[in-house]
């Protein structure tokens, strides 16, 4: 199992959406949020991680979705896999 960190402080803190089997933790904003990708059931999903909540950043019938950078308004910049293709997305907050 892959966990994602966080060094806050001088300590590591594991960041693992519930259910997940493998965490990548890729990007954090400056107020704190971070997007990453996860595994859980065969499936990649991207996450947002805001205020200690986590939410599900899919596009509607990727294979897999990776959230990997987030400014400061909360836009997420990422990619997915649809049909065996790889296409890069930007989700407005």
């Known amino acids: 199992m892959n966990h994602g960190f966080l060094l806050r402080q001088g300590e590591y803190v594991r960041i693992d959406?519930?259910?997940?089997?493998?965490?990548?933790?890729?990007?954090?904003?400056?107020?704190?949020?971070?997007?990453?990708?996860?595994?859980?059931?065969?499936a990649g999903h991207g996450f947002l991680l805001r205020n200690g909540a986590f939410t599900d950043v899919d596009i509607p019938g990727a294979a897999s979705t990776t959230g990997a950078g987030i400014n400061p308004q909360g836009d997420i910049v990422g990619f997915h896999v649809?049909?065996?293709v790889i296409r890069g997305f930007l989700a407005n907050r």
């Open 17 to 42: 959406p519930p259910g997940a089997t493998s965490t990548f933790a890729l990007g954090t904003s400056p107020t704190g949020d971070i997007v990453g990708n996860y595994v859980a059931g065969g």
């Open 82 to 84: 649809t049909g065996g």
